[in-house]
């Protein structure tokens, strides 16, 4: 059983990173942090289709003193053209104000990033630490992540609504995460709920990270033109609610003419009570080798 639980990752030895250059690589930022101490895991999101970073990412150091010693010395280091910004400080205000309204989603498809995480969640409500998907040395996705919400009613909404849908390929389990030395217990209890109702009547509000770039980005609008209408197409001559037929754009080669089908064929198309007398007129007579079973057609009528 205590196996196949996920704890939380050490969120105290964790720095946040960004405004990261797209020409940096994960080997550089490990470079720059490892002078501040021993780092446990380097992670910077990707880009599903071009695969490159989306401008920010996580160093989880194995002490919570190495983080706040790296948060306070690469601050405003410039890489390349741009400014790192390292924080650990939300963190840490937050974590005297937190509410525990911590979930684990896990059997993720491993396609599943950060941003998908806070596309979908963000839907129900205030997402006080970003999603963090657990990763292995080689950058690959374990299957699960951590969020945490800003109120219980978040939480409980996202579990609810979230718990064995699909994320891409998987159905994915979304509940409360094991506290931290917590004896098995999970967040969300009342003991918790009690706290936070308390910090919410005299206005203390959790602070949350704050979002990347990244993941408030949308695609760019269509800026292509309208294909041009063929030559001789007037707009103003349509009917309202019309869609326009283009003419075809060569004429018939010489010599050209429809074939017409034959009387048989016009026979065999159009129901008798249908046809028009000049059709029925040039039916053929009824043959000489039907059958007994047979029924002859009636007679042709004139008009």
């Not at 994320?167 to 979304?174: A, G, Q």
Request: neutral net charge; glycine residues 6%.
């Amino acid at each position: 059983m205590a196996q196949n639980r996920h704890w939380e990752q050490d969120k105290d030895a964790t720095v946040y990173i960004g405004n990261i250059d797209e020409r940096a690589t994960p080997a550089m930022i490990y470079e720059i942090m490892v002078q501040m101490g021993p780092i446990q895991n380097v992670h910077m999101p990707r880009d599903r289709v071009t695969q490159s970073h989306q401008g920010f990412g996580f160093v989880e150091f194995r002490s919570a003193e190495d983080a706040d010693y790296a948060a306070k010395c690469i601050n405003g280091v410039k890489l390349y053209s741009k400014n790192l910004r390292v924080n650990k400080a939300s963190a840490d205000k937050q974590k005297a104000n937190e509410v525990g309204a911590n979930l684990f989603v896990g059997n993720l498809d491993p396609m599943v990033d950060e941003k998908i995480l806070y596309d979908t969640f963000s839907n129900f409500g205030r997402i006080a630490n970003l999603p963090k998907v657990a990763r292995d040395d080689n950058g690959s996705s374990k299957g699960y992540a951590f969020l945490s919400f800003g109120e219980f009613e978040s939480a409980d909404e996202a579990i609810q609504n979230l718990h064995g849908q699909y994320i891409l390929s998987k159905e994915v389990s979304v509940q409360y995460a094991f506290k931290k030395d917590g004896k098995g217990e999970r967040h969300g209890d009342k003991a918790e709920r009690e706290l936070a109702s308390q910090a919410k009547g005299r206005g203390i509000v959790p602070e949350t990270q704050p979002v990347p770039p990244a993941f408030l980005s949308t695609p760019a609008p269509n800026t292509q033109a309208p294909p041009p209408h063929p030559a001789g197409f007037d707009p103003s001559s349509m009917a309202p609610g019309a869609v326009p037929i283009p003419a075809p754009s060569h004429a018939p080669a010489a010599g050209f003419a429809p074939k017409l089908l034959p009387v048989c064929l016009l026979h065999m198309a159009i129901p008798s009570h249908h046809q028009p007398a000049s059709v029925v007129d040039q039916l053929p007579s009824p043959s000489p080798f039907r059958t007994a079973r047979s029924t002859p057609p009636g007679p042709a009528r004139r008009l």
